[in-house]
């Protein structure tokens, strides 16, 4: 059983252009969560998504990123007219039930904005 | 709202001797808790995790932790670290009863293991 699956593992963009990540998860899971971490802090919650709805987008900037989860396919999270300070590990979880099921994490995508 | 401390942000031990990593929560009646690994340029991968029932919870790799709600601590040990565990470590809460799934992660401990 493949375990979650983000690509690219490594992205770089320029100020002002535009960042997809992508994120499978485990097979049968259908809720998926995005986490931010920047150097040398912790991980910090963006948004929460099963099947065509977001749950929880508590923690995503209110501007120029957003995230889908569609019917078939992986889940994006996408970040527009990138700046220095989105550069940061992107990570992906996913997990079979909501609640307090256990969450199980991808390698990230590194994003490094220049 | 739900926080956690992790009380050190660097530790630092031989290879051999027990390693403590310790974690404070706040919470509300019902937290889960979870200890995850993170080793360089790595995902993160779950150590363990207390949701109510035993409160002396056993991991993987010889860790475990012991969940001591008078304390709010959930603190991570090992009778005898390796170089392997040489790493990062990020005590997590979840509280169900805000009906948030997210989790909220600590600021992480690196330790450390010489030889």
């Known amino acids: 059983n493949a375990g979650v699956m983000q690509n690219p593992r490594h992205l770089v963009r320029r100020r002002g252009q535009e960042a997809r990540l992508r994120c499978s998860p485990m097979k049968g899971h259908s809720h998926v969560y995005w986490y931010r971490q920047l150097p040398e802090e912790g991980l910090k919650f963006m948004v929460y998504l099963q099947k065509e709805n977001i749950i929880d987008e508590s923690g995503m900037p209110k501007e120029r990123f957003s995230a889908e989860f569609p019917k078939e396919g992986p889940s994006i999270l996408r970040i527009q007219q990138v700046v220095r300070g989105d550069s940061a590990a992107y990570f992906c979880?996913?997990?079979?039930?909501?609640?307090?099921?256990?969450?199980?994490f991808g390698p990230g995508t590194r994003l490094t904005v220049t | 709202a739900q926080s956690v401390t992790q009380l050190d942000s660097h530790v630092s031990v031989s290879e051999g001797t027990p390693v403590l990593l310790r974690c404070n929560y706040s919470s509300s009646y019902s937290p889960s808790l979870f200890w995850y690994v993170q080793h360089p340029n790595k995902g993160l991968q779950l150590l363990l995790k207390y949701t109510s029932a035993a409160t002396l919870v056993k991991g993987i790799n010889g860790f475990e932790a012991e969940f001591k709600k008078s304390e709010t601590s959930f603190h991570l040990t090992k009778p005898s670290a390796h170089m392997s565990d040489a790493a990062e470590y990020f005590c997590v809460v979840s509280d169900l009863d805000t009906g948030r799934r997210a989790l909220t992660f600590g600021s992480g401990t690196r330790l450390q293991v010489q030889p």
């Open positions: 979880a996913s997990s079979l039930l909501g609640g307090q099921d256990e969450q199980y």
